[in-house]
């Protein structure tokens, strides 16, 4: 039986949710830290606290891609997955 710290720690580790810290970050300057930029990755999908911070530069098509931006990058994704297909900019 695990103990409710192992099953907390675990929560974090799925990658669903930005750490508490940057978390706090966020809510104070509306920005993500440059360092969480560097993990937007090609084949790679984004995290949803990172993409809720997108805004949509095209529509999605009928592939089903989007284009955003994200902090200044310009990003091509699937939108039912969140995977980065290219990065633009």
């Not at 560097?38 to 592939?63: A, L, M, N, T």
Request: glycine content about 8%.
């Amino acid at each position: 039986m695990a103990s409710p710290l192992h099953a907390k720690n675990e929560k974090h580790n799925k990658g669903n949710s930005l750490p508490p810290g940057l978390q706090k970050k966020v809510a104070r300057t509306g920005e993500l830290p440059p360092g969480w930029q560097k993990k937007i990755q090609v084949g790679k999908p984004i995290d949803r606290e990172i993409y809720s911070h997108s805004k949509i530069i095209v529509p999605v098509d009928h592939k089903g891609l989007i284009t955003v931006n994200i902090d200044g990058r310009i990003i091509r994704l699937i939108e039912a997955t969140r995977e980065v297909v290219k990065i633009l900019k």
